[in-house]
């Protein structure tokens, strides 16, 4: 589970720019919050019900800690250079670059550190990644 603070940026940061797709959505007006259920497409688990990810939206705003929110999530992307190129084109800062063909770190817009992994073996080296250098915190 997440929490997030706005639910229009963390849907475009998961599904438009991740990829997820939206399982359900659960309004819960006693607790004052909603939850949304997000999971990849295109899941190989052989259960019925794939991962998931809970984002959680507290209704009465609260701000959040790193320990609070969360840790870090990890990812497996079939191209990660193309990935990363399509999270830049959306404005989202590569914290990490995937300078060795196989990782990088981005952070979600509620400062969660995602870890990007590339599927199977690492891509060859590649330009202008290899040549980039790491920037804040991840």
Not at 16 to 43: C, M, N, Q, Y
Request: charged residues 25%.
């Amino acid at each position: 589970m997440v929490r997030i603070r706005n639910i229009d940026e963390s849907m475009r940061f998961y599904c438009e720019g991740l990829g997820l797709t939206e399982i359900r959505r659960k309004d819960v007006p006693s607790g004052k919050f909603t939850l949304i259920f997000l999971a990849a497409p295109d899941d190989s688990s052989t259960n019925d019900i794939p991962p998931m990810i809970e984002l959680t939206y507290n209704w009465e705003p609260e701000t959040y800690d790193n320990a609070r929110n969360f840790g870090h999530l990890a990812f497996s992307v079939k191209n990660i250079y193309d990935t990363c190129t399509h999270l830049q084109s959306m404005g989202i800062q590569i914290l990490r670059p995937p300078k060795d063909g196989r990782m990088a770190f981005i952070k979600s817009p509620d400062g969660i550190s995602i870890e990007l992994l590339q599927e199977g073996l690492p891509l060859p080296m590649k330009e202008p990644w290899a040549s980039q250098h790491n920037i804040g915190t991840w």
